[in-house]
């Protein structure tokens, strides 16, 4: 079995920051993309960065130019620095991850718990 643990969320002013982590633990061999999405109330959950492990990026739109992922893949831990955050970035925020469990199983999607951003003044 796999877990991912977040961490970092909390309450920030608009124009803050704050910065998550996910560390991957369990039965690992390899894993692929790790990624954050988030959900707000009422919406469906969307992606805001995913990074493979060459460390290939994609960003939503949204976060672009103020959100930054990162990787280390010798921790299996991803990070997203949120600069400059707005209200509408709060949400839970979820780390999921394309995991291969020993070298002959089938890769498996893995998510956390999530960890809650509050943006308000």
């Known amino acids: 079995q796999v877990q991912l643990v977040e961490s970092g969320g909390g309450l920030v002013q608009p124009g803050g920051s704050l910065r998550l982590s996910c560390a991957a633990s369990?039965?690992?061999?390899?894993?692929?993309?790790m990624g954050w999405y988030r959900q707000a109330p009422g919406k469906q959950r969307e992606l805001v960065a995913h990074i493979i492990p060459s460390g290939i990026i994609d960003y939503a739109d949204s976060v672009k130019g103020r959100f930054t992922i990162s990787r280390d893949n010798a921790k299996n831990t991803i990070y997203l620095q949120m600069n400059n955050l707005k209200p509408e970035d709060a949400a839970a925020y979820y780390c999921n991850a394309d995991v291969q469990t020993t070298v002959v199983s089938a890769r498996t999607i893995y998510w956390g718990q999530g960890t809650q951003v509050t943006v308000s003044s």
């Open positions: 369990g039965s690992i061999f390899k894993i692929y993309t």
